[in-house]
T-cell receptor, first 116, second 113 residues
């Protein structure tokens, strides 16, 4: 049963600490997305990779967030330093995008981050 | 700016009723739309999709209608069940050199037995 795997499921940390969230996309998928979900803003796109290349990270605060795909089986989202306003659920999703269509995205269960 | 929005934040129905969840989009260049269902504590899950060259698509108990003239999308759920209780999102595929999915705010569907 292929699925997107995210770790950690829950993370509580103190302001100023570094947080790293990891995602294993579905094998064979060529696109990876990071979304952040809050009650106020809903699902916001943070970063988007196609064939491991970053295509869009305009939704991320560049001074503290970074997203990478060191290999096809791992995507990471790092926050350094973390702030209370970063508290949210972070979702990773993968899919088989073609040139003009992002296509169906398969989401992980999310990483719930609480920054105190 | 252009965005995907929902008319009703919460929809309460009785079990067995038909449910209709609406979504308005403003980007006329969007060519592909998806409805997702999100249960509490889980990630969004694909329900059904539709391309802009269609105006209706049916799945199992679900139907998506697309009205490009008024930029409106709806999800119809037949014989709604308690297990359908969740937040439903519409998402549009936008092309700006590459394609991404932009999500609406979501509608919560509450189904009473």
């Amino acid at each position: 049963d292929a699925r997107v795997t995210q770790t950690p499921r829950d993370k509580v940390t103190e302001m100023g600490q570094e947080v790293t969230m990891r995602c294993q996309p579905i094998l064979g998928h060529n696109t990876v997305f990071w979304y952040r979900q809050t009650m106020m803003q809903g699902l916001e796109l943070l970063a988007y990779f196609r064939n491991r290349a970053p295509l869009d990270d305009s939704g991320m605060p560049k001074d503290r967030f970074s997203a990478e795909m060191p290999d096809a089986t791992l995507a990471t989202l790092k926050i350094q330093p973390s702030e209370p306003r970063d508290s949210a659920v972070y979702f990773c999703a993968s899919g088989l995008g073609t040139g003009s269509v992002a296509g169906e995205l398969f989401f992980g269960e999310g990483s719930r981050l609480t920054v105190l | 700016g252009e965005s995907v929005g929902l008319h009703l934040p919460t929809l309460s129905v009785q079990e067995g009723d038909n449910s209709i969840i609406n979504c308005a989009y403003s980007n006329s260049a969007s060519d592909y739309f998806i409805w997702y269902k999100q249960e509490s504590g889980k990630g969004p899950q694909f329900i059904i999709d539709i391309r802009s060259n269609m105006d209706k698509r049916q799945g199992q108990r679900v139907t998506v209608l697309l009205n490009k003239t008024v930029k409106h999308l709806s999800l119809q759920i037949a014989a709604t069940q308690p297990g359908d209780s969740a937040v439903y999102f519409c998402a549009e595929n936008r092309n700006s050199g590459y394609s991404t999915l932009t999500f609406g705010k979501g509608t919560m569907l509450l189904v009473s037995p």
